[in-house]
């Protein structure tokens, strides 16, 4: 007689015990069955399988099935598969695997707490395994894992409660973000995550700097193998597991031999703070602080009244613009000084960190030369290199031990702040004075000025929403809009609120609502901070107005009141191309039908832009990021801001104002201002081969062999060698002769498309007959430009970007 741990095991390892044990057996075969009260124990009796009961629940459970009575069975059934009934025969659960020996099919139960369903052969390989598909309990040799090329992901499933062990609502996984990172999710929404994994630990866990989680290994970054973390002790006399408890903590727990049970010892989650997103965007928790949450220095509370009570998920807004922010708005903050960074130190590392190799030394230069303010945080750690943060700062949690140093970017003005008690006393009594003094001239001022706010904002509606806006520059009058009134578009946005927000592109940040009709829509509003203005706004009404087509976007309606511009437009549940193209997990999604009908779908709508609609636009920003997917992934084109009108038989024209992104801009465009249909197909090209290859163009922007994606595809091509590019979710399950023709077929339109001169590309009426194998001799495509070194450009003004957003810049008027 000896000790064992004894765990009720079947989709899920639970409840573990110590217990005396006798001889028993630890397989389940054909022949040999368990009943209730009956058990199986691995072989060197580490594991116990057997039926229980919850204290508070009068259900009997195998795993986490629930019995009404004590007359369960589990077994093998005639199709081989592992399974349970109830005492009617009825089938209850089975492990529903394709069996094709079922007469010779085992379930063992290891000595490593892992039930294995195999067909007792010599290879050993398995059918099912407990470990596969599991509950709440991680235990020893047990993987947590990610398989992005299958799309398979092995994570933790929380109980219902302490007394009903069907599955709840926390989730714990591997998620290969930019950096792989372990999450906790709470009904599918981040709910906690550990921060990246630098090679030794995950830097965003207080914990894992001390040495009690010595023992886990973590595999990421290796394309070869899937993520993975799996843990196991050198120190046999230790019995631990962890466990994912029903309010969504990770808890350590250690037998307790003196007292006969699991004690419960370091949550991973201890504190309000480690949840994720706690105090909003630009809010900063700190739980040796009441209240925990307060903004970063330089912000504000976006919502004043929430803030007071509490509710800190609206988090916080710059009180003064960055310098970059005033540069691009005309420059109406010249002169106020430079930009500069606030060192926070033991910080978590905040959401979704975009990775560079540079080494430390250069990361604020790095940060600070992304003059279009997509930078606005960076950090250093050895294991991973230099991170980099755009957009709005999330989980931003200040540590008590570890972490990182945390710079967070801020106008001079906001820096120099509480230098000198002096100034900051003198500003406070002037500008005290200068209130006084001046108020009852502004109250007089407004007084007269609110006489004629609503007849201003009649005529502003008038000038720019209605059939007499007048004509463009080619003659072409815009047919009556339906006008939009601001109230009903707050309404719909729930004034414009942070959780409504899809995304932000140069023009501002789109959001979504319901109008009350229940009509969804997306909303486009004119940022303040935005580079992008009336020009912009009034082209993309006078174009997408006069354009319909079922690849392009619908413009529903617009609305201009005061200082407001807004777009009002169709709304696109799975948002744009990118989100799906770029992220690891989703992208799995696109298998080749998909891909190619999203390629077929963009390739008509650019035709119809160019020949077959009334009027001839060039589009001069197609990238992923302005391809929307509607409810069945079909794509339509959108943002036709850039876009210009082309009257009669006008082929080309020339600016000195370049917009549009760098990677997609073709070379006579970027370097010249010259642009035609053939800058669309350049674009379209570039968008062609990232859905092909899964890869963003820019993504090897650093690579000292190749500038870009489209030096990559030579080199492949030239190598006989395509299949290397081709995005491994495509490949897998093995592509069949008609998926590999269009393939292969793809890859030569995309390099034909991204060639150096514009007379060697096809038109777009062209590929789409290629896309149809209406043409079947295709020409040898010559070298794509910026395959060598970086674009340097003199003839033009402008300003380059290697991100995905618009470029914008102003000429004087």
């Given at each position: 007689?000896?000790?064992?741990?004894?765990?009720?095991?079947?989709?899920?390892?639970?409840?573990?015990?110590?217990?005396?044990?006798?001889?028993?057996?630890?397989?389940?075969?054909?022949?040999?069955?368990?009943?209730?009260?009956?058990?199986?124990?691995?072989?060197?009796?580490?594991?116990?399988?057997?039926?229980?009961?919850?204290?508070?629940?009068?259900?009997?459970?195998?795993?986490?099935?629930?019995?009404?009575?004590?007359?369960?069975?589990?077994?093998?059934?005639?199709?081989?598969?592992?399974?349970?009934?109830?005492?009617?025969?009825?089938?209850?659960?089975?492990?529903?695997?394709?069996?094709?020996?079922?007469?010779?099919?085992?379930?063992?139960?290891?000595?490593?707490?892992?039930?294995?369903?195999?067909?007792?052969?010599?290879?050993?390989?398995?059918?099912?395994?407990?470990?596969?598909?599991?509950?709440?309990?991680?235990?020893?040799?047990?993987?947590?894992?990610?398989?992005?090329?299958?799309?398979?992901?092995?994570?933790?499933?929380?109980?219902?409660?302490?007394?009903?062990?069907?599955?709840?609502?926390?989730?714990?996984?591997?998620?290969?973000?930019?950096?792989?990172?372990?999450?906790?999710?709470?009904?599918?929404?981040?709910?906690?995550?550990?921060?990246?994994?630098?090679?030794?630990i995950f830097i965003g866990l207080i914990l894992m700097y001390t040495?009690?989680?010595?023992?886990?290994?973590?595999?990421?970054?290796?394309?070869?193998?899937?993520?993975?973390?799996?843990?196991?002790?050198?120190?046999?006399?230790?019995?631990?597991?962890?466990?994912?408890?029903?309010?969504?903590?990770?808890?350590?727990?250690?037998?307790?031999?003196?007292?006969?049970?699991?004690?419960?010892n370091y949550p991973v989650i201890q504190i309000d703070c480690d949840?994720?997103?706690?105090?909003?965007?630009?809010?900063?928790?700190?739980?040796?602080?009441?209240?925990?949450?307060?903004?970063?220095?330089?912000?504000?509370?976006?919502?004043?009244?929430?803030?007071?009570?509490?509710?800190?998920?609206?988090?916080?807004?710059?009180?003064?613009?960055?310098?970059?922010?005033?540069?691009?708005?005309?420059?109406?903050?010249?002169?106020?000084?430079?930009?500069?960074?606030?060192?926070?130190?033991?910080?978590?590392?905040?959401?979704?960190?975009?990775?560079?190799?540079?080494?430390?030394?250069?990361?604020?230069?790095?940060?600070?030369?992304?003059?279009?303010?997509?930078?606005?945080?960076?950090?250093?750690?050895?294991?991973?290199?230099?991170?980099?943060?755009?957009?709005?700062?999330?989980?931003?949690?200040?540590?008590?031990?570890?972490?990182?140093?945390?710079?967070?970017?801020?106008?001079?003005?906001?820096?120099?702040?509480?230098?000198?008690?002096?100034?900051?006393?003198?500003?406070?009594?002037?500008?005290?004075?200068?209130?006084?003094?001046?108020?009852?001239?502004?109250?007089?001022?407004?007084?007269?000025?609110?006489?004629?706010?609503?007849?201003?904002?009649?005529?502003?509606?008038?000038?720019?929403?209605?059939?007499?806006?007048?004509?463009?520059?080619?003659?072409?009058?815009?047919?009556?809009?339906?006008?939009?009134?601001?109230?009903?578009?707050?309404?719909?946005?729930?004034?414009?609120?942070?959780?409504?927000?899809?995304?932000?592109?140069?023009?501002?940040?789109?959001?979504?609502?319901?109008?009350?009709?229940?009509?969804?829509?997306?909303?486009?509003?004119?940022?303040?901070?935005?580079?992008?203005?009336?020009?912009?706004?009034?082209?993309?009404?006078?174009?997408?107005?006069?354009?319909?087509?079922?690849?392009?976007?619908?413009?529903?309606?617009?609305?201009?009141?005061?200082?407001?511009?807004?777009?009002?437009?169709?709304?696109?549940?799975?948002?744009?191309?990118?989100?799906?193209?770029?992220?690891?997990?989703?992208?799995?999604?696109?298998?080749?039908?998909?891909?190619?009908?999203?390629?077929?779908?963009?390739?008509?709508?650019?035709?119809?832009?160019?020949?077959?609609?009334?009027?001839?636009?060039?589009?001069?920003?197609?990238?992923?990021?302005?391809?929307?997917?509607?409810?069945?992934?079909?794509?339509?084109?959108?943002?036709?801001?850039?876009?210009?009108?082309?009257?009669?038989?006008?082929?080309?024209?020339?600016?000195?104002?370049?917009?549009?992104?760098?990677?997609?801009?073709?070379?006579?465009?970027?370097?010249?201002?010259?642009?035609?249909?053939?800058?669309?197909?350049?674009?379209?090209?570039?968008?062609?081969?990232?859905?092909?290859?899964?890869?963003?163009?820019?993504?090897?922007?650093?690579?000292?062999?190749?500038?870009?994606?489209?030096?990559?595809?030579?080199?492949?091509?030239?190598?006989?060698?395509?299949?290397?590019?081709?995005?491994?979710?495509?490949?897998?399950?093995?592509?069949?002769?008609?998926?590999?023709?269009?393939?292969?077929?793809?890859?030569?339109?995309?390099?034909?498309?991204?060639?150096?001169?514009?007379?060697?590309?096809?038109?777009?009426?062209?590929?789409?007959?290629?896309?149809?194998?209406?043409?079947?001799?295709?020409?040898?495509?010559?070298?794509?430009?910026?395959?060598?070194?970086?674009?340097?450009?003199?003839?033009?003004?402008?300003?380059?970007?290697?991100?995905?957003?618009?470029?914008?810049?102003?000429?004087?008027?």
């Open positions: 007689m000896g000790k064992t741990i004894s765990c009720s095991v079947l989709l899920a390892l639970v409840s573990c015990f110590l217990l005396q044990f006798g001889a028993a057996l630890d397989t389940i075969t054909p022949s040999k069955s368990i009943k209730d009260t009956e058990v199986i124990i691995s072989q060197n009796g580490v594991f116990r399988l057997g039926f229980f009961s919850l204290a508070n629940s009068s259900n009997r459970y195998v795993g986490i099935l629930p019995l009404k009575d004590s007359s369960g069975i589990l077994n093998i059934s005639d199709d081989g598969n592992l399974a349970v009934l109830n005492g009617k025969n009825e089938i209850l659960w089975s492990s529903n695997v394709n069996n094709t020996a079922p007469s010779t099919t085992t379930a063992q139960l290891r000595d490593s707490g892992n039930l294995v369903l195999s067909n007792g052969d010599d290879a050993g390989s398995s059918l099912w395994e407990s470990f596969e598909d599991p509950s709440n309990a991680f235990i020893e040799t047990m993987e947590i894992s990610t398989d992005v090329k299958k799309g398979r992901k092995v994570e933790l499933k929380s109980w219902k409660s302490i007394d009903d062990p069907s599955d709840g609502n926390f989730s714990l996984g591997i998620e290969p973000f930019n950096i792989t990172e372990l999450v906790i999710r709470n009904n599918n929404q981040l709910y906690f995550r550990s921060g990246p994994w630098n090679g030794n040495d009690y989680l010595d023992g886990f290994e973590v595999v990421a970054d290796n394309p070869q193998q899937p993520d993975s973390m799996t843990y196991e002790f050198s120190n046999e006399s230790m019995l631990i597991y962890y466990e994912l408890d029903s309010q969504g903590k990770f808890v350590e727990r250690e037998w307790d031999a003196g007292k006969g049970e699991w004690s419960k949840v994720y997103g706690k105090c909003g965007a630009f809010g900063i928790c700190d739980s040796t602080k009441e209240p925990i949450c307060s903004c970063l220095k330089g912000f504000k509370p976006r919502n004043i009244e929430e803030w007071s009570r509490g509710n800190w998920s609206s988090g916080c807004i710059r009180t003064t613009l960055l310098q970059c922010e005033r540069d691009n708005n005309n420059g109406s903050g010249a002169g106020q000084g430079d930009d500069g960074f606030l060192e926070m130190k033991m910080m978590k590392v905040l959401a979704f960190p975009a990775r560079s190799s540079i080494i430390n030394g250069d990361c604020k230069d790095q940060c600070m030369n992304m003059k279009n303010c997509s930078c606005v945080a960076y950090a250093y750690d050895s294991g991973i290199g230099c991170m980099v943060w755009s957009g709005d700062l999330i989980d931003v949690q200040k540590f008590s031990t570890g972490g990182v140093d945390l710079y967070i970017r801020l106008p001079s003005s906001e820096l120099d702040k509480g230098k000198s008690s002096k100034i900051i006393v003198i500003t406070t009594v002037t500008a005290g004075i200068v209130v006084i003094t001046i108020s009852a001239l502004f109250l007089w001022r407004r007084m007269a000025k609110h006489k004629g706010r609503n007849k201003k904002r009649k005529q502003i509606k008038h000038q720019f929403c209605s059939e007499n806006i007048g004509e463009n520059s080619i003659g072409v009058k815009l047919q009556q809009l339906p006008i939009i009134n601001f109230e009903e578009i707050a309404t719909a946005t729930n004034n414009f609120n942070h959780a409504k927000k899809l995304g932000q592109g140069g023009f501002g940040p789109v959001y979504r609502g319901t109008l009350d009709d229940g009509k969804e829509i997306a909303v486009k509003r004119l940022s303040k901070a935005s580079g992008q203005g009336l020009e912009e706004f009034m082209n993309e009404v006078v174009v997408i107005s006069k354009l319909q087509h079922r690849n392009l976007v619908r413009l529903l309606g617009c609305c201009v009141e005061g200082e407001e511009k807004i777009l009002v437009y169709e709304y696109m549940p799975n948002k744009s191309l990118d989100t799906f193209l770029f992220d690891p997990i989703k992208q799995n999604i696109l298998d080749w039908r998909k891909r190619f009908n999203i390629i077929e779908g963009i390739s008509r709508g650019l035709l119809y832009l160019h020949k077959d609609s009334r009027l001839k636009v060039i589009h001069r920003d197609l990238k992923a990021s302005n391809v929307l997917l509607d409810q069945e992934l079909n794509p339509k084109i959108a943002d036709f801001g850039m876009a210009r009108i082309f009257g009669g038989d006008e082929n080309q024209a020339n600016t000195k104002r370049v917009v549009g992104t760098y990677g997609y801009m073709s070379p006579e465009y970027a370097i010249q201002g010259q642009f035609s249909e053939k800058s669309d197909v350049f674009s379209f090209g570039v968008l062609l081969l990232e859905i092909v290859s899964g890869r963003k163009n820019t993504s090897l922007f650093n690579n000292q062999d190749y500038f870009s994606l489209l030096g990559y595809v030579w080199k492949l091509w030239n190598e006989g060698n395509i299949w290397s590019l081709v995005d491994k979710v495509v490949l897998e399950p093995k592509s069949n002769l008609k998926n590999e023709k269009e393939i292969r077929r793809c890859i030569h339109i995309g390099l034909l498309c991204v060639q150096e001169y514009a007379t060697d590309r096809p038109t777009m009426s062209t590929v789409v007959s290629m896309l149809n194998s209406e043409i079947s001799n295709f020409n040898t495509p010559k070298q794509p430009a910026f395959t060598q070194t970086p674009l340097i450009t003199h003839d033009v003004q402008n300003r380059a970007s290697v991100n995905g957003v618009t470029l914008t810049d102003f000429d004087g008027r």
